[in-house]
């Protein structure tokens, strides 16, 4: 199986929105970064009654467009995949403007209890304030005038990710959990490699061939894509596991070898990444660490 074919090139059409699809309208956030790709995609889907899919950041311009382009229709639905500080903030405000009700998942929360003396290096990512009005679970329906969301839930990227369908076609919003131009961060506790994996291997079952995801561009033959994804992810287990029984002790160590061709900005989540992968590989059983898996621990393997 051969890795991702990731689609890096992507013009966002910054302070527009764009007409992506037939009754569906994308507004990408000025929130530019080596995380947040070329920003954030807040989706407007249906015509004179929508649903704002990911409201999107505290951005005073964003939101401006966002209402402008709101209009003259109804804001009916307001969805959120998942509770990052770069998707669900502004979903209080836009309901505030137009008393539409907020569905989720639930509010934030990490995928596992805190260790004795570990902190979450991805705190301040979280929306801790957001409250959604009703809180959806898997396959839930979630109907407006002309277009029905089934409900996905994807724990993994965050414990409470969810990606939405649209019946009836061959269309989804993927939120973070499967984007075109990069994989994913699965940190532990904010996230959970194994509930990451396992969301894979759900979307690998489904039908849908189109997704939008909640940065870059549109993803075509998404099943084809998150079965190379999910392959990767195997590799990147077995590199890590390799890498320590070739005597690596720490994260950082790990990282220098299999994350070598990779932006040195972005080793620090190079290191969570392998974080998550650890973790798995502990709760696989196939590796021993003294005491709970932490990022300044160090690994053994178990022998299998």
Request: proline share 6%; hydrophobic share 35%; glycine share 8%.
């Amino acid at each position: 199986m051969a890795s991702p074919s990731f689609r890096t090139k992507f013009d966002p059409e910054h302070g527009k929105a764009v007409n992506i699809a037939d009754g569906i309208q994308r507004i990408t956030a000025p929130n530019e970064s080596a995380f947040t790709y070329r920003g954030t995609n807040t989706y407007i889907l249906g015509e004179d009654k929508v649903a704002v899919i990911d409201p999107g950041p505290v951005i005073d311009s964003h939101f401006d467009l966002l209402l402008e382009t709101l209009k003259g229709r109804t804001v009916s639905h307001i969805i959120v995949t998942h509770t990052h500080m770069d998707h669900s903030p502004l979903a209080a405000p836009l309901k505030e403007k137009t008393g539409a009700p907020i569905f989720a998942e639930g509010p934030h929360r990490n995928s596992r209890d805190l260790h004795l003396g570990e902190i979450n290096s991805l705190d301040a990512a979280a929306d801790k304030d957001f409250k959604a009005d009703v809180i959806v679970k898997n396959g839930d329906m979630i109907e407006g005038k002309d277009w029905t969301l089934e409900t996905i839930l994807t724990p993994g990227h965050t414990q409470n990710h969810a990606c939405f369908a649209i019946k009836n076609t061959d269309m989804l919003f993927s939120g973070d959990h499967v984007m075109s131009w990069a994989t994913s961060i699965v940190a532990p506790p904010d996230g959970s490699m194994q509930d990451y994996m396992n969301s894979l291997s759900v979307m690998m079952a489904r039908k849908e061939t189109i997704y939008f995801p909640g940065h870059g561009g549109r993803l075509e033959k998404a099943p084809e894509f998150v079965r190379a994804l999910r392959a990767h992810r195997k590799m990147r287990e077995t590199a890590v596991l390799s890498r320590i029984r070739a005597g690596d002790k720490t994260i950082p160590d790990i990282v220098k070898v299999i994350y070598k061709e990779t932006d040195p900005r972005l080793h620090g989540a190079a290191g969570l990444s392998v974080f998550a992968h650890i973790e798995d590989l502990v709760i696989q059983g196939r590796v021993m660490c003294d005491g709970p898996p932490a990022l300044n621990s160090e690994y053994t393997p178990t022998s299998e």
